[in-house]
Nanobody, 121 residues
């Protein structure tokens, strides 16, 4: 099994910054990609940013130029640097990872428990 543990959420004023971290652990052979999603109250979960193990990134239009995703393959950890935060960025942020199990006989697609980000004055 693969577990994801997120950290770094909290309360920040508009225009401020936060850095989220997500560490994957367990029976991992390799990780293909890691992503951050978010879900605001009453809304569907949406992709915020994604990164492959090779460093290819993808961002939602709403966060381009403000958020930066990075990955440390040696630590199986993904980061999300969030700058110029806006009230509409308020949501629970979830980490996702998919890859190959250590047995090399199956893939995994795992989610973290979520971390709250609140942008408010």
């Amino acid at each position: 099994q693969v577990q994801l543990v997120e950290s770094g959420g909290g309360l920040v004023q508009p225009g401020g910054s936060l850095r989220l971290s997500c560490a994957a652990s367990g029976s991992i052979f390799s990780i293909n990609a890691m992503s951050w999603y978010r879900q605001a109250p009453g809304k569907q979960r949406e992709l915020v940013a994604a990164i492959t193990s090779g460093g290819t990134t993808n961002y939602a239009d709403s966060v381009k130029g403000r958020f930066a995703i990075s990955i440390d393959n040696a630590k199986n950890t993904v980061y999300l640097q969030m700058n110029s935060l806006k009230p509409e960025d308020t949501a629970v942020y979830y980490c996702n990872a998919w890859g190959v199990m250590a047995t090399m006989t199956s893939d995994f697609n795992s989610w973290g428990q979520g971390t709250q980000v609140t942008v408010s004055s």
